[in-house]
């Protein structure tokens, strides 16, 4: 060979290791390349699921707070319900009681008229009856009359009183009683024990027990006693006072029409 193509030869060798080494460096640098872009794509992709798991995390709270609104207002509809019921019942009392007061505004403007007269027939009842307790009750009259005229007593406890006086004029009718007073025979008043046997007789015993004397519905006047009665009025007296136990005695009774 000559050395022409010697040269050649070896120029050529040189030229095809150069190139090889070339490749070889073109090679790793691509390599470098595509290793760091793998780099950032599973970089992106760890970044990327970040933020899903937190998107998903904040979808589970959001979700978990829509289930319990739900709960809440599902509770809230049925304790509304509750509510509007009691309320419904609370305004039919409410209506009620207005139709009761309502009723009782009317009652009252019967009631008054009607304790105005129960006073009147009262006042003229004592005028007409046995005088038991005479100022006693009268005065308990004009209690009423003044009763009536106060605007801080209420018509019920007007209604309760006249009612009360009714029933005290009632135990009259059957109540024995003595008590003290004054009684007045021909123009001059007389310290005396009356003695009540209910309605039936009122008797009066003086206080030195030497007279006595009985009330006269008919006449509207006292009639003295004859000495025969004086003994049992004053036994009555006592037993009255329970000064003596209970016994029989001669009294004079008017007989019954």
């Not at 009761?100 to 004592?126: C, H, N, W």
């Not at 004397?213 to 004053?234: H, K």
Request: overall charge negative; aromatic content about 8%; cysteine-free.
């Amino acid at each position: 060979m000559s050395k022409v193509s010697k040269r050649n030869v070896i120029a050529a060798a040189v030229i095809g290791a150069f190139a090889l080494g070339s490749s070889q460096i073109v090679s790793a640098d691509t390599l470098n390349d595509l290793h760091k872009e793998e780099g950032k794509i599973h970089a992106a992709a760890a970044q990327s699921q970040k933020k899903i798991n937190s998107i998903y995390e904040q979808t589970q709270e959001l979700l978990a707070e829509y289930r319990q609104v739900t709960d809440e207002t599902e509770n809230l509809e049925v304790y509304n319900d509750h509510v509007a019921r009691l309320v419904a019942d609370q305004q039919a009392g409410i209506d009620s009681l207005q139709r009761q007061i309502d009723s009782i505004e009317e009652t009252k403007q019967g009631v008054v008229p009607l304790m105005y007269r129960m006073i009147d027939a009262l006042e003229q009842f004592i005028q007409l009856d046995v005088p038991i307790n005479k100022e006693e009750r009268e005065a308990r009259v004009v209690r009423l009359r003044e009763l009536m005229t106060r605007s801080n007593v209420s018509v019920s406890e007007q209604f309760r009183q006249v009612l009360e006086a009714y029933q005290i004029e009632n135990e009259y009718g059957s109540l024995i009683r003595a008590y003290q007073g004054k009684l007045n025979f021909n123009g001059t008043e007389i310290a005396v024990d009356f003695f009540n046997l209910g309605r039936t007789a009122l008797m009066a015993l003086s206080l030195d027990q030497k007279t006595a004397w009985v009330w006269n519905n008919d006449t509207r006047a006292w009639d003295e006693l004859g000495d025969e009665y004086l003994g049992s009025v004053t036994k009555a007296v006592k037993m009255a006072k329970k000064l003596v136990p209970y016994d029989l005695i001669k009294l004079p009774i008017k007989a019954a029409e």
